[in-house]
């Protein structure tokens, strides 16, 4: 499985955008997920969506303002992100997991294939 995260840019505070991940190659069903690292930081766990599209999980820092979706049809996965901060300022990653017992879904570990990352600037 490839995988290509588009859609990044510079917005000012409050603005939106939305993330793309295509994904490419051998599908079997995997949960979606997307996941950042800010400058200096660790990667953190954002959002993740199964297959069938529910449940969806999300970072307590972004519920109510950031919306994970895909598109089977398309192999795609989308993050509309609204009311952006200067903190979420990242390069933001798109990852996909195998089907797993268990998974929390937020797990940096549970996921198997990463996508190169798109960098998302949001100025004061």
């Known amino acids: 499985v490839q995988l290509q995260a588009s859609g990044g840019g510079l917005v000012q505070a409050g603005g939106s955008l939305r993330l793309s991940c295509a994904a490419s190659?051998?599908?079997?069903?995997?949960?979606m997920g997307w996941f950042r690292q800010a400058p200096g930081k660790e990667r953190e766990f954002v959002a993740a969506i199964t297959w069938s599209g529910s449940p969806t999980v999300y970072a307590d820092s972004v519920k109510g303002r950031f919306t994970i979706s895909r598109d089977n049809a398309e192999n795609a996965a989308y993050l509309e992100m609204r009311s952006l901060k200067p903190e979420d300022t990242a390069v933001y990653f798109c990852a996909a997991a195998k089907p797993r017992l268990r998974a929390t879904l937020m797990s940096i570990s549970e996921y198997d294939y990463w996508g190169q990352g798109t960098l998302v600037t949001v100025s004061s």
């Open positions: 190659g051998r599908s079997l069903r995997h949960v």
